[in-house]
T-cell receptor, first 112, second 116 residues
Framework: QKEVEQNSGPLSVPEGAIASLNCTYS??????FFWYRQYSGKSPELIMS????GDKEDGRFTAQLNKASQYVSLLIRDSQPSDSATYLC????????????FGRGTSLIVHP | NAGVTQTPKFQVLKTGQSMTLQCAQD?????MYWYRQDPGMGLRLIYY???????DKGEVPNGYNVSRLNKREFSLRLESAAPSQTSVYFC???????????????FGQGTRLTVV
């Protein structure tokens, strides 16, 4: 059983700060990693994908992957109140059919 | 949500009743999924379909059945609803590309199901 672990939070940061969200996974051969954002009462939305070790930047978002440590993170720079949501980490399966496994999510609160 | 239509949005069932949740996507994706989401539990996979004509069990399949009617449609059926099936259900259509920029993932709006 693959496991994806996230701190449930809530993580509270002031507006303008950097929010750092972390995720660890158990399947060492996983190849694909994703971050979803889910607003309260809404469906998840894919915001970042990363496959290779290192950093991937998209606007205010940076995904970081370290396969040796089995660790994925999401940094949100210049956090805004509109970033307040639950962030779900997902890990793709290592072969055959694509079956993403989700973590339980981290609740982020950005306060003015 | 753009591309994935899921119905109904809300449903209340009595224990033992049956119902079917409908899902359709118009993005020509091969893979479709049904998840349930409970407080503090994240998304748990019920069933998935890697392609038209195939379905496989996920982490929590007991009490559910699915049908991949065609490439567009993937339905979830509760034959005899139980209070433990009270949850929010999401249908998803996901296409994982060879590169991160090629991956597409869309979820339906969700179905809030209460079994009393």
């Amino acid at each position: 059983q693959k496991e994806v672990e996230q701190n449930s939070g809530p993580l509270s940061v002031p507006e303008g700060a950097i929010a750092s969200l972390n995720c660890t996974y158990s399947d060492r051969v996983s190849q694909s990693f994703f971050w979803y954002r889910q607003y309260s009462g809404k469906s998840p939305e894919l915001i970042m994908s990363i496959y290779s070790n290192g950093d991937k930047e998209d606007g205010r978002f940076t995904a970081q992957l370290n396969k040796a440590s089995q660790y994925v993170s999401l940094l949100i720079r210049d956090s805004q109140p509109s970033d307040s949501a639950t962030y779900l980490c997902a890990v793709g399966s290592s072969g055959g059919s694509y079956i993403p496994t989700f973590g339980r999510g981290t609740s982020l609160i950005v306060h003015p | 949500n753009a591309g994935v239509t899921q119905t109904p949005k809300f449903q209340v069932l009595k224990t033992g009743q049956s119902m079917t949740l409908q899902c359709a996507q118009d993005m020509n994706h091969n893979s479709m999924y049904w998840y349930r989401q409970d407080p503090g539990m994240g998304l748990r996979l019920i069933y998935y379909s890697a392609s038209e004509g195939t379905t496989d069990k996920g982490e929590v399949p007991n009490g559910y059945n699915v049908s991949r009617l065609n490439k567009r449609e993937f339905s979830l059926r509760l034959e005899s609803a139980a209070p433990s099936q009270t949850s929010v259900y999401f249908c998803a259509s996901i296409s994982q590309g060879a590169r991160p920029t090629n991956t597409e993932a869309f979820f339906g709006q969700g179905t809030r199901l209460t079994v009393v």
